[in-house]
């Protein structure tokens, strides 16, 4: 007689299943993804947060290789370095089709998740993109005529401004506007346009 295993979900399990979900655009609700997993809600709710935590973590897992990938891959230093990393990241965000479907989904729920001052991905891009540039300032490399902390905030807010204009300002996205966003950020940096 062989005795019947049974694995126990884990809470990589459920970011795992969530990711896939929202990649393939799925809505995800936490009362079906915990009887997926058949666990109670309250594990669920104790290893996920809530559903804004989880989307945000999500969000976040898709961001932070593609920045390290833009990081790695644009050469030079200084202005022209912090606006191609800028670019890269921004371009491939404009055109990723999960998070075009995530907005066209529910796009008061996609803007907060994207940019509120309380979502996830936004606080770490303005972190990750603060400590981009004070690499680059402490290397020597720019010297930005103000704070790095409101610039890092400004940039970031600035590429959420042409990422969502859809549901920002009710117009599509364009590769114009990212363009000249960059040229903003240039001219932020201290560069010339």
Same mark, same amino acid.
């Given at each position: 007689m062989?005795?019947?295993?049974?694995?126990?979900?884990t809470?990589?399990?459920?970011?795992k299943?969530?990711?896939?979900m929202?990649?393939?655009g799925?809505?995800?609700?936490?009362?079906?993804?915990?009887?997926?997993? =058949?666990?109670?809600? %309250?594990?669920?709710f104790?290893?996920?947060?809530n559903?804004?935590?989880?989307?945000?973590?999500?969000?976040?897992?898709?961001?932070?290789p593609?920045?390290?990938?833009?990081?790695?891959?644009?050469?030079?230093?200084?202005? @022209?370095?912090?606006?191609?990393?800028?670019?890269?990241? =921004?371009?491939? +965000?404009?055109?990723?089709?999960?998070?075009?479907?995530?907005? =066209?989904q529910?796009p008061?729920?996609?803007?907060? +998740?994207?940019?509120?001052?309380?979502?996830?991905?936004?606080?770490?891009?303005?972190?990750?993109?603060?400590?981009?540039?004070?690499?680059?300032?402490?290397?020597?490399y720019?010297?930005?005529?103000?704070n790095?902390?409101?610039?890092s905030y400004?940039?970031?807010?600035?590429?959420?401004?042409c990422l969502?204009? @859809?549901? +920002?300002?009710?117009?599509?996205?364009?590769?114009?506007?990212?363009?000249? %966003?960059?040229?903003?950020?240039?001219?932020?940096?201290?560069?010339?346009?």
């Amino acid at each position: 007689m062989t005795e019947k295993t049974t694995t126990r979900a884990t809470p990589a399990d459920a970011f795992k299943r969530a990711r896939r979900m929202w990649l393939k655009g799925e809505r995800i609700h936490l009362a079906s993804l915990s009887d997926e997993l =058949n666990i109670g809600r %309250a594990t669920l709710f104790r290893w996920v947060g809530n559903k804004d935590l989880l989307i945000g973590e999500v969000l976040w897992s898709l961001y932070e290789p593609l920045r390290l990938e833009a990081l790695s891959s644009t050469p030079g230093q200084g202005v @022209d370095f912090v606006v191609g990393v800028y670019r890269r990241i =921004n371009s491939t +965000i404009l055109h990723f089709e999960p998070l075009r479907r995530f907005i =066209n989904q529910d796009p008061e729920y996609a803007l907060k +998740i994207l940019t509120s001052s309380q979502s996830t991905l936004h606080s770490r891009t303005v972190e990750a993109n603060t400590r981009i540039l004070k690499d680059q300032v402490a290397s020597g490399y720019i010297s930005p005529p103000m704070n790095i902390e409101s610039l890092s905030y400004f940039m970031v807010r600035l590429a959420e401004s042409c990422l969502y204009s @859809d549901i +920002i300002g009710g117009r599509e996205p364009r590769d114009e506007e990212l363009e000249d %966003a960059c040229t903003a950020v240039r001219i932020l940096l201290g560069g010339k346009a």
